[in-house]
């Protein structure tokens, strides 16, 4: 999820005579993503729902001890695309995507 990682990446592609293409996964609309890139979208909002036992083992964990008795939608975290993927690697896959 870092631009030394992403550029790596896209280096190694292009010395060996090919291109880097990132797998959508779980985000169906990448190809929105990419197309919204080349015009003036600046700003992207995520949400992911998952069951509170998908949190466990996480920062999310520690931040609510009441993990596994919540019931209601809340709001675990946050922030940008990438610093969920470096949090959550486990838990936002599509997080790393836009990260890239």
């Known amino acids: ?18 291109r880097l293409i990132l797998c959508t996964g779980s985000l169906p609309a990448v190809d929105w993503m990419g197309s919204a ?29 009441d993990l596994l008795k919540i019931i209601e939608p809340r709001t675990l975290f946050e922030g940008s695309a990438r610093k969920a993927a470096t949090l959550f690697p486990k838990n936002a896959n599509v997080a790393a995507m836009l990260a890239l």
């Open 1 to 18: 999820t870092s631009d030394d990682l992403y550029d790596e990446l896209q280096k190694t592609a292009e010395a060996n005579g090919s």
């Open 37 to 65: 890139a080349l015009d003036s979208c600046e700003e992207v909002k995520v949400t992911q729902v998952k069951p509170p036992k998908a949190w466990l083992g996480t920062p999310a964990e520690a931040d609510h001890p």
